[in-house]
């Protein structure tokens, strides 16, 4: 009998997750079946979703209140449309406030099929309970770090390591990263990234300071070019944000360009340094090999209730998988320009910090699954297992 799996993605990340996830299903057992809700990533890999993803990809409190009748109509009709269907599991990507209501209903009116959910919760940073709480109505979880199945089953749910999707992305060759130089006529002056933020608030909040702390780096650097990669949906704030940046910084505006992804590329092999967000973007740098300086700031009110549950010193992923902080970070009270500024001059000037972090990036790569099976073809086999 052909495997029915019902999806659900209520974001870009696990429509992401989805598509891989199906096309790795595919080539285990070709005649899987799929119903569900998805973005145009799983819609392409021949899933067509029961209505729009974008109804419920909403982030904050303000955002959700004035949408919470849709999101529970939402809600209950993918539920009754799961259960009606019968498949032999229903599996979750990410969205975990919708997922696991709906695993949930799920669970309790069908407790034969099985529930998946792809990506654990963060429990090693903060708010552990959350684990025992999901395994109230989770069987099995898919997760993307080497340290999270045994969190998981002692919470009491089967878990597998899959890989996370980092080491499947393609990464730029050394001629693509000289050609990105070439191009934009940086020749072999120091080329710095900056990154800040992929939602408006992080832009709103972080270019000021970004902006700030480049000042005294081009001061003594004033060869030293800024290149800025904005996200599409903040493309128009990233270019307000830097008009009062020192030195002429370089955006690349993915709206403008049909090679985006593949400009976006080129420019982190390209760089020599990064000043960036907290968030993947670390690991997309990890994975580039370009050595870093982590920055984040927030309101005075998150930051004092996230920093007295957070259960680790650092939030940047590759210092957690090494162990050790050779990534330089600057989070909240400690996100200040002259701070920020000191970091990044003195990883410009010192090369055997940058090629510890560089080796440091290696190691992380290595443990999140690179040269291995890709991770959707791992994740599809753990699915499998669990029917």
């Known amino acids: 009998m052909s495997p029915k799996l019902y999806l659900l993605a209520g974001e870009p990340s696990g429509d992401k997750l989805g598509a891989a996830l199906m096309a790795g299903l595919k080539s285990c057992a070709p005649d899987v079946q799929f119903r569900g809700v998805a973005g145009p990533l799983m819609q392409a890999e021949g899933m067509e979703s029961l209505f ?9 409190l303000a955002e959700v209140l004035p949408k919470y009748p849709e999101l529970r109509r939402r809600l209950s009709e993918s539920a009754q449309d799961c ?51 999901m395994a109230r109505h989770i069987d099995h979880v898919l997760a993307l770090l080497p340290f999270e199945p045994p969190l998981m089953e002692a919470a009491g749910m089967s878990c597998d390591f899959t890989g996370h999707p980092v080491v ?3 990464i730029a060759s050394l001629e693509e990263a000289r050609q990105f130089r070439r191009s934009h006529g940086i020749d072999k002056a120091p080329l710095i990234l900056a990154l800040p933020g992929s939602r408006r608030n992080e832009v709103a909040r972080l270019a000021p300071i970004f902006g700030e702390a480049l000042r005294p780096v081009l001061a003594k650097m004033p060869d030293a070019r800024v290149v800025v990669p904005a996200a599409a949906p903040v493309a128009s ?9 020192p030195g002429t910084p370089l955006v690349l505006d993915p709206r403008n360009d049909p090679q985006a992804a593949m400009t976006k590329r080129a420019a982190f092999r390209a760089a020599g340094i990064a000043l960036a967000a907290s968030g993947t973007v670390s690991l997309e740098l990890a994975a580039a090999e370009t050595p870093m300086v982590i920055a984040y700031d927030m309101n005075w009110l998150t930051w004092q209730i996230m920093s007295r549950m957070v259960k680790v010193d650092t939030v940047t ?17 400690k996100c200040k320009p002259d701070r920020i500024a000191d970091a990044v001059i003195d990883l410009l ?21 690179r040269g291995g099976d890709p991770p959707g073809l791992r994740a599809a086999r753990s699915v499998l297992k669990q029917l």
């Open 52 to 60: 729009p993803m974008d109804d419920l990809s909403v982030m904050g």
């Open 83 to 133: 259960m009606d269907w019968q498949p032999d599991a229903l599996i979750t990507f990410d969205s975990p406030d919708f997922s696991l209501r709906l695993a949930r209903l799920v669970k309790t009116a069908r407790p034969a099929i099985k529930t998946i959910h792809y990506v654990a919760p963060s429990v090693w940073a903060w708010r552990s309970g959350r684990a025992e709480k």
């Open 168 to 170: 499947a992305e393609e």
């Open 237 to 245: 704030a990233v270019l307000e944000a830097i008009k009062g940046w």
């Open 317 to 333: 992923l590759v210092n957690l998988i090494v162990g050790k902080n050779v990534v330089p970070e600057f989070l909240g009270p």
């Open 349 to 369: 000037k010192d090369d055997t910090a940058r090629q510890t972090q560089i080796a440091a990036m290696a190691e992380t790569m290595d443990k999140l699954g």
